[in-house]
T-cell receptor
Framework: DAGVTQSPTHLIKTRGQQVTLRCSPK?????VSWYQQALGQGPQFIFQ???????QRGNFPDRFSGHQFPNYSSELNVNALLLGDSALYLC???????????????FGSGTRLTVV | GQQLNQSPQSMFIQEGEDVSMNCTSS?????WLWYKQDPGEGPVLLIA?????ELTSNGRLTAQFGITRKDSFLNISASIPSDVGIYFC??????????????FGKGTLLTVNP
């Protein structure tokens, strides 16, 4: 049973560019959340998608946007990249019911984004 | 917003020793979660606590939900080399009337010398 898969695993971008990160949730999960983890910090919530809609958003600018597809997979887009966007981007999937009751999130291994 | 303070930031111990780390908050949490993150991986849930005063074990790991609901503790007994990693506490944030997002501490880096 595949867990959460994220692609790519690593990438390097230049300031001002745009990037798209992808996430396939664990089989049977319908909700996808995105987190940013800077070096030496804990993950910070970006936003969550359910039924192809953004349900809740963290303290991130509009340069961060996302999408969820009918098959529950999700994309995270970041425009006008800044050096400070360099981080590990984690995708976590869950069943909405699980998210409400036992916080049964499954995290992927992340995409390491480096902005130069 | 809600913040979680973890201590210590890092620990260096000998194999076989017991480990204790904690997490405090200025606001109340109704659920406390403890995660472990190995290098190059995402966090993995170790223990979930749902009730003030609750003490829960998972193998050599034991965690407690503080009675004030503003703190939690994680203990690891008889540490082994594979316990190496970063341990995070986390709790659901209630902003906007939703429990969907998690707030994480900055983590405790554990190193175990064989």
């Amino acid at each position: 049973d595949a867990g959460v898969t994220q692609s790519p695993t690593h990438l390097i971008k230049t300031r001002g560019q745009q990037v798209t990160l992808r996430c396939s949730p664990k089989s049977g999960h319908d909700t996808v959340s995105w987190y940013q983890q800077a070096l030496g910090q804990g993950p910070q919530f970006i936003f969550q998608y359910y039924e192809e809609e953004e349900r809740q958003r963290g303290n991130f600018p509009d340069r961060f946007s996302g999408h969820q597809f009918p098959n529950y997979s999700s994309e995270l887009n970041v425009n006008a990249l800044l050096l400070g966007d360099s981080a590990l981007y984690l995708c976590a999937s869950s069943l909405l019911q699980g998210a409400l009751t036992n916080y049964g999130y499954t995290f992927g291994s992340g995409t390491r984004l480096t902005v130069v | 917003g809600q913040q979680l303070n973890q201590s210590p930031q890092s620990m260096f111990i000998q194999e076989g020793e017991d480990v204790s780390m904690n997490c405090t908050s200025s606001s109340i949490f109704n659920t406390w979660l403890w995660y472990k993150q190995d290098p190059g991986e995402g966090p993995v849930l170790l223990i979930a606590l749902y009730k003030a005063g609750e003490l829960t074990s998972n193998g050599r790991l034991t965690a407690q939900f503080g009675i004030t609901r503003k703190d939690s503790f994680l203990n690891i007994s008889a540490s082994i080399p594979s316990d190496v990693g970063i341990y995070f506490c986390a709790g659901p944030s209630n902003s906007g009337g939703s429990n969907y997002k998690l707030t994480f501490g900055k983590g405790t880096l554990l190193t175990v010398n064989p």
